[in-house]
């Protein structure tokens, strides 16, 4: 089979199109004809070499979409069922989906019913996911006032996609720390734009509803512009923090508000299906704003980092 092989780390120049072998069954693991997948900001750390665990040569990629080619479970995971799969240890333990076919745990793969065609299935799984887990958690109800917080993220825009969808009335704000991309931001559907300096927000306005998506970096700074009873799901760590330092829960909550979080790899085969669901209930736009093939991935990793990227990229493969 065709695959994207990294030997070692670097720039996206070090991820090489090869022939590799296929992989075959083994008990408890069944082989996924793979049809598509998104490219992520992890795979790109992973690629640079910043997630010690992973040895190479590996094969990356934490989610995928696709069919049974062989199973181990002929009753859950029959030839030719269309799957999804999404985190688990692909991509970083064992080989992932950047590939023709990727071999995995039983566990790991979940059986859908749906007929949404393989462009809009492969922007799915793990943004769209990571967004409607979210969604849920904040609870978002007509008169919100919603704001994303790292709004040009792919998971800041499916989230847009995933309200408005539901809500076309709810009024979300994005944000951005490049003025340049707020034309960008207004026309892919966010009601109005903040720019953010220096972690700080320039705005005096507070929010009902927050998906924080830059993570422990800006949180605190959120909770100055969460409204009282608001709620703030943290999700994303796109700051490169990973906890506070000096936070009291007690004084630097938004007056009586709560606080969740939701994260991929938190799956629920359930809740993968009713995001489904929800996506062709009301008829939400998912379509990525990029498409390449497999061989182009080294391409969309660039992409994904220009700074010029906004909303999925993903990559099909071709019969």
């Known amino acids: 089979m065709k695959a994207i092989v990294i030997y070692e780390p670097g720039g996206p120049e070090k991820l090489i199109y090869t022939d590799w072998p296929t992989p075959e069954v083994r008990p408890g693991w069944s082989l ?18 910043l997630s010690p665990s992973v040895r190479f040569p590996r094969v990356l990629g934490i989610e995928c979409v696709g069919v049974i080619s062989d199973t181990t479970d002929p009753v859950r995971l029959p030839v030719g ?12 333990a064992f080989d992932g989906g950047y590939a023709e076919y990727v071999l995995l745990p039983n566990e790991q793969i979940y059986p859908v019913d749906t007929d949404l065609d393989w462009t809009t299935l492969a922007a799915l799984p793990e943004t769209y996911y990571t967004a409607y887990g979210s969604f849920l958690n904040l609870r978002i109800r007509e008169g919100d006032r919603v704001l994303v917080r790292g709004g040009t993220s792919g998971v800041g825009v499916a989230f847009l996609r995933l309200v408005k969808g539901k809500y076309p009335g709810v009024s979300v704000t994005g944000t951005t720390r490049s003025a340049k991309k707020a034309d960008l931001l207004k026309q892919a559907g966010y009601d109005d734009v903040i720019l953010e300096t220096d972690g700080k927000l320039q705005t005096e306005e507070r929010f009902t509803k927050v998906l924080e998506l830059i993570g422990p970096a800006t949180l605190m700074n959120t909770f100055a512009h969460t409204a009282e009873g608001g709620i703030v799901c943290s999700t994303g760590q796109l700051g490169h923090q990973w906890t506070i330092e000096g936070m009291d829960p007690i004084f630097d909550l938004p007056a009586n508000g ?4 939701f994260y991929s790899g938190n799956v629920d085969g359930t809740k993968l299906q009713a995001m489904l669901d929800y996506v062709k209930k009301y008829r939400v736009d998912a379509a990525p704003a990029k498409v390449f093939s497999l061989k182009q991935v080294p391409e969309a990793h660039a992409w994904l980092e220009s700074g010029e990227s906004l909303g999925k990229a993903v990559v099909l493969i071709s019969e």
């Not at 069922?81 to 970083?92: L, N």
């Not at 709560?258 to 979080?261: D, G, P």
């Open 32 to 49: 996924v004809k793979v049809k598509g997948f998104g490219v992520n900001h992890s795979e790109v750390f992973t690629r640079q070499g």
């Open 81 to 92: 069922q269309t799957v999804i799969s999404i985190m688990g240890e692909m991509g970083r």
């Open 258 to 261: 709560y606080l969740t979080s």
